[in-house]
Structure formats: structure tokens, C-alpha cells
């Protein structure tokens, strides 16, 4: 059986037109990936990874990336007592995937929407720092990139994403109000060595009364003590005993008056 010049040529055409058809339709979809199928121009379904069939004169395709997506803005804003504030933040953010077909349908492509989010977290970052006074900016600088991320999240759905970090990298103020910052620290630090300086001194004032206490207490229970001892004694004991403490007291030098009363004391001792 012959096959006519006209049949091979009617073959090659259908071949040609199948493969035209074919090749173009059938499309691969990444991991990270979802894509959007328009048919006749609407948004229809969103396709994951894998491979699909889908004709190319009826269907157009729209990708979208929904990996981790890294966005660094700068800012320059001022604090809500009027201190300038410059900086630069780092967010990170998702796409959701199944919110694709809606991404599609009101902001046509990623780009689009990128654009008029990063315009809006930029706005957003800059309302963090003109709602609040500098210093305490300056203070609560450790929890900055938390609070930033917190009011990223209030906007996050209406683009349809999800903020996955945020860090503030670079935060700079007005050279006044750095310096009147830096002369603050230097004034907080010598109050605290002041204040420890006059407490090390307190306790040393309260060991010392404590001793003081302690050495009276003695005192007065050896004076009772002696008191006691004394009354125990009998007659003849205790002019012994002062007799012996009046020669261990007197300086050796003699009164040059004496007054009424028995001197013999000393003399009787002396002899």
C-alpha cells in the first residue's frame, strides 16, 4: 500500500498541528510553586507541583512563588516628641497558597501585590516609630522588631500573606539626641556607683552600731554580774579589794587637798 504525496502531507500537517498543540499545553510546576489557570481570561483554578495538561489557545498560566520572601526597607520617619529616626528593617513573609486564585483575581500578578504591600509594611514600620518619644524608642530597642512585627500581622491578610520575621537592622537618631542619650548613661552609671558607695557605707554603719550594741549589752551583764560578786562578798573581802583597786588607780601623786572623810584608805595600803 502507497501512501500518496497528498496523504503524507495532509499526515505531516495533522502531526505538526498535534505536536503544536500538545507541547505548549503540557506545563511543570515547581515545588515553591502554584500556578494560577485562566480560561478565556478567568481565573479558574490554581495548579501545585507536578505536571498538567491544559490547552494553550484556551488556557493562559500565572506563577506565583510561595517560598520565603525577603523584603529590606528603609525608613525615615520622625518619633512622636520630633526627633528624627532613620533605619532599615528586614521582613520575611509568605504567600498563602491557597489564597492564590483570590491574589489573582485582585491584584493580577505577584508583582502587583508585592508592590502595594511593601508600600504598606513600610508604612506601617514607620507608624511604630512616629507613635512613639525616642527615648523610649532608645530603651525598648530589644523589642522593637516584636512590636513591629505585631502590627505587620494586622495588615498581613489583606495581601494575603503571612509575616514569618521581621529585624530591625539599623536604627539612628538625630547626633544631638545621641549624645544627650550617651550623657544620660554616664549620669545613670555614676548614680549607681553612688548609690552603692552610700549603701557599702550604710552597712558598715549598721555592723558598727550592731558592735556597739553588742559591747554595751557585755558591759552591762558583767557590771551585774560584778554587782552580784560584790554583794556576796563579806566585810572584810571587800575592803580588801578596795583597798587593792585604790593602789592600782592612784598615779602616785598625792591630793593637794583632801577633803573630810578617811584618807587613811591609801596610806594604810601604802604601809
Known amino acids: ?33 502554584v500556578v494560577a489557570v485562566r480560561q478565556f481570561g478567568v481565573v479558574r483554578e490554581a495548579v501545585h507541583p507536578g505536571i498538567h495538561f491544559r490547552l494553550w489557545f484556551i488556557h493562559s498560566r500565572e506563577r506565583f512563588d510561595v517560598r520565603v520572601r525577603e ?8 518619633s512622636v516628641d520630633a526627633q528624627s529616626v532613620q533605619g532599615r528593617v528586614s521582613i520575611q513573609y509568605t504567600l ?22 511593601h508600600a504598606m509594611l513600610l508604612q506601617e514600620v514607620q507608624n511604630v516609630f512616629a507613635l512613639s518619644p525616642a527615648m523610649q524608642l532608645v530603651e525598648n530597642r530589644a523589642y522593637l522588631s516584636q512590636d513591629i ?21 539599623h536604627l539612628q537618631f538625630s547626633t544631638a539626641f545621641e549624645y544627650a542619650v550617651e550623657q544620660r548613661l554616664i549620669a545613670e552609671q555614676e548614680r549607681d556607683r553612688a548609690l552603692v558607695f552610700a549603701n557599702q557605707q550604710l552597712e558598715v ?4 552600731a550592731q558592735a556597739v550594741t553588742v559591747r554595751a549589752r557585755a558591759d ?17 573581802v571587800r575592803e580588801i579589794m578596795l583597798r587593792q583597786l585604790a593602789i592600782e588607780s ?9 577633803a573630810d572623810g578617811d584618807f587613811s584608805l591609801i596610806l594604810d595600803s601604802l604601809g
Open 220 to 236: 552591762a551583764e558583767a557590771l551585774e554580774i560584778m554587782q552580784q560578786a560584790w554583794g556576796d562578798l563579806g566585810e572584810a
Open 149 to 169: 512585627r505585631i502590627r505587620l500581622n494586622s495588615i498581613a491578610d489583606q495581601f494575603h500573606v503571612t509575616i514569618t520575621a521581621v529585624a530591625l537592622e
Open 96 to 117: 498563602h497558597p491557597h489564597a492564590v486564585v483570590t491574589v489573582t483575581e485582585e491584584f493580577g500578578r505577584l508583582e502587583m501585590l508585592e508592590s502595594r504591600l
Open 1 to 33: 500500500m502507497k501512501i500518496s504525496i497528498k496523504n503524507m502531507i495532509v499526515l505531516v500537517v495533522v502531526v505538526a498541528m498535534a505536536l503544536m498543540t500538545v507541547v505548549p499545553s503540557v506545563f511543570t510546576v515547581q515545588t515553591g510553586e
Open 71 to 78: 523584603v529590606d526597607l528603609d525608613f525615615a520617619t520622625y
Open 250 to 258: 592612784w598615779d602616785g601623786v598625792l591630793p593637794q587637798v583632801v
Open 205 to 208: 554603719a549598721r555592723l558598727e
